[in-house]
C-alpha cells in the first residue's frame, strides 16, 4: 500500500520554527515531484512549496518564500518542510503530496500546525 506519512505537527509560538517530515511507505519517491500543501479553516487547500526528483528545483507560494525550505533524502524516502520565522497566518493542516503540477496520486493524512501565542 502506498503511503505518506507527515510528522507530528504541533503549536508555536509566533517567530518560532518547526520542521515537518514525510515518510513515503510502499512506493519510492526517488522519481516523484513532491509538494507541501496546506488547508487552513475556511480557505481552499494551496500548494506552499515543491520540490524536483533531484533536489534541483524548488517552488514557494510567495506567502512563505524566505521563511520556508522544502528539501528531500531519497535514500530515506522522505521529504522534508522547514519552517522559521511562523506567523499565525500559517496556521493550517499540512499534507505533502506525490506531484506538484498534476494531481497526486498519493497524499498524506496531514498534521496540523497551530501558530499562536
Known amino acids: 500500500q502506498e503511503r505518506l506519512v507527515e510528522s507530528r505537527g504541533g503549536l508555536v509560538q509566533p517567530g518560532g520554527s518547526l520542521n515537518l517530515s514525510c515518510v513515503a511507505s510502499g512506493f519510492s519517491l526517488e522519481y516523484y515531484h513532491m509538494a507541501w500543501f496546506r488547508q487552513a479553516p475556511g480557505k481552499q487547500r494551496e500548494q506552499v512549496s515543491c520540490i524536483g526528483p533531484f533536489d534541483d528545483k524548488r517552488s514557494y507560494a510567495d506567502s512563505v518564500k524566505g521563511r520556508f525550505t522544502i528539501s528531500r533524502d531519497n535514500a530515506k524516502n522522505t521529504v522534508y518542510l522547514q519552517m522559521n520565522d511562523l506567523e499565525p497566518d500559517d496556521t493550517a493542516v499540512y499534507y505533502c503530496?506525490?506531484?506538484?503540477?498534476?494531481?497526486?496520486?498519493?497524499w498524506g493524512r496531514g498534521t496540523q500546525v497551530t501558530v499562536s501565542s
Open positions: 503530496a506525490s506531484a506538484c503540477h498534476t494531481a497526486p496520486r498519493v
